[in-house]
């Protein structure tokens, strides 16, 4: 195992959204400052850093002496450029490590990595041009959403297919982008497993999270979910086998289906999750604590859930209910500072404590 | 009521230590940014902070551009030099105000206050010679405190009489400042209530919490504490008393003698409080977001606790025992940031949970 790291160290995090912001304020809890490397003006995560990088990612100098000022880095999403993390390497320890973000920055590579563990996922075919959908749509049938294979999040990138005929419109908005043909799966509901691993290869998951989306995004995340306690634990047990797989360092975002046949895998994602936010007021230690301990080469912190929580996005205009919400009892806010209200764009969350337990 | 800050608002925080560093996690919370004033380099507060200004409070240019870039100002301790809030007032709200820190800021005018609203304090007398000195211990007796009346703290500025012999060393301790009389109080143990008031006068307490000290630092809080139904409500009561007569905003530290006659109030800090630090990991809002919502003009949040927590200071050396704290279950750290370790330095704290309240 490394060593635990220090208080003062620095903790560099590339992104600054609201997850960076959120991870930047566990780490002050643990005596550490981060250090923000974000292309964007006025990042979120900027408010509550001790310093920020304002610089692409194509950027070497700035990327190296970013790294010289951090003692481990990390990241809030799994979007980055592999030039700038082959610049980074070599620097300092990144984690979660570079096999995690290889798989998962390719919707293709992940499902064959699950499906190569033993693992359900739905039914799927690369689509690389026109000809290639059609003999997609063949194997996986109708209906399916086609997805480029990198770069989407919150159902951006990706197109419904209910029809044969759809195939050239849902070509067409790809773009040319390489892409993924899932098949529909008929599921009763989607959970979520917020998984842990450290240094040590210890594993820790928080009780899985039962998911409502609206309009591609999450809208609310309910602990505890429907799941009986057997596939709860088949849950866990999955995540534990992708995280001991990769030999994964911090915490990881598992999106299931449950179906009549058991838990099928959506996707995963190699950093903390907007499924997990509950835990800041479900739990001693929360999501975003449980990442940085291990990135930190700590050991993991009590998850154990302590109330039942209700997680609720705040989207776009939602923020006009904040004066209401700031009175609600058993009920705490989270925002993220952004300044401009946009439709579709997250603006925080609150998070209702239903039933503390015994 | 003053309207409610908005996200992306500032709240200058004067002083940067740890309860200016944990204060700026709350405001993040609710989407507000800080910047912190602070004469000293490297404050903890400074990590967490979107902007810091380095400057003695005798720098007018300086708390001038303070105030120009905050939307309201709060501080971390009482001790504040009149200079500067006399520079700062009229150029943005101060919250908690002036009158609650004239109080505070002398022992003697905190005392006169306390009794003048009929609340019972030890037994007290001004001392601004070596023979009022004299006079004082006539009329409160031995053993009692020699303590100078402005800015004490941690036990700092003190000086024990067990005698009337004592009286010459305890003035020399004086080092010539005005200083105050204290007779014992023959307590059973202290208590200390958490109180919060808002814009609109809407006050909310905390539960009690019982406080042990060691070489005149807290050592520990406990909640819930020993009192009877009754006894706390008179300690709920009290508080909201003073925070009413002083037409409080933000949350204020009451700490209370236990005695047989009932409650004696020992004195108030006009500020989150370390007897407070345990309502991070038992209650869903905690002082300091409470503090920072009152300071903001927002509605109180819900301070009810849902689970026992025992909070300990980690003081100087007590850093070696965090990685073997960090495995606890249970078990939360929040560390201060602080590289060097001094003796009687606060240096962190942990809040075990006990049992979570069903």
Redesign the interface.
């Given at each position: 195992m490394s060593e635990?790291l220090k208080?003062?160290a620095t903790i560099g995090i590339l992104g600054g959204g609201q997850l960076g912001?959120m991870l930047?304020?566990a780490a002050?809890?643990?005596?550490?400052?981060?250090h923000v490397f974000e292309p964007g003006a006025h990042p979120p995560a900027?408010?509550?850093?001790?310093r920020v990088t304002t610089a692409p990612y194509e950027d070497a100098a700035a990327l190296g002496a970013f790294a010289a000022d951090c003692d481990v880095i990390t990241y809030e999403f799994e979007n980055i450029p592999t030039a700038a993390l082959d610049l980074l390497e070599p620097l300092r320890p990144i984690r979660p490590g570079r096999e995690a973000l290889r798989i998962s920055q390719d919707r293709i590579t992940e499902k064959d990595f699950l499906t190569g563990l033993g693992l359900r996922t739905a039914p799927y075919a690369a689509v690389d041009d026109a000809a290639s959908l059609d003999a997609a749509l063949a194997a996986v049938g109708v209906p399916a959403i086609l997805k480029t294979r990198r770069f989407g999040y919150d159902g951006k990138g990706q197109s419904r297919l209910m029809a044969a005929d759809d195939a050239p419109r849902a070509w067409a908005d790809m773009a040319g982008s390489p892409a993924i043909l899932e098949g529909f799966v008929d599921f009763h509901y989607e959970v979520s497993v917020i998984g842990a691993r450290n240094t040590l290869g210890d594993v820790s998951c928080y009780d899985p999270g039962e998911n409502v989306h609206r309009d591609g995004i999450l809208h609310t995340t309910t602990v505890p979910s429907r799941l009986s306690a057997n596939l709860r634990m088949d849950a866990v047990l999955l995540t534990a086998k992708i995280l001991n797989a990769l030999d994964y360092v911090g915490v990881m975002g598992v999106e299931l289906f449950v179906t009549p046949q058991g838990l099928i895998v959506n996707e995963i994602a190699p950093r903390v999750h907007n499924s997990g936010h509950w835990t800041q007021?479900g739990c001693?230690?929360d999501q975003f604590e449980q990442h940085i301990?291990a990135v930190a080469g700590?050991?993991l912190?009590?998850g154990?859930r302590?109330?039942d929580v209700v997680m609720e996005n705040l989207i776009g205009d939602d923020?006009d209910l904040?004066?209401d919400l700031?009175?609600?009892?058993?009920?705490?806010?989270?925002?993220?500072?952004?300044?401009e209200v946009k439709a579709g764009r997250k603006?925080?969350h609150v998070n209702r404590?239903i039933?503390?337990?015994?």
């Open positions: 635990m208080t003062g912001r930047s304020v002050s809890r643990l005596g550490f400052r981060t900027a408010d509550v850093a001790h007021n001693v230690i301990r700590w050991p912190g009590d154990s302590h109330a923020m904040v004066p700031a009175k609600q009892r058993a009920t705490a806010l989270h925002l993220y500072g952004k300044a603006m925080g404590i039933t503390a337990k015994p």
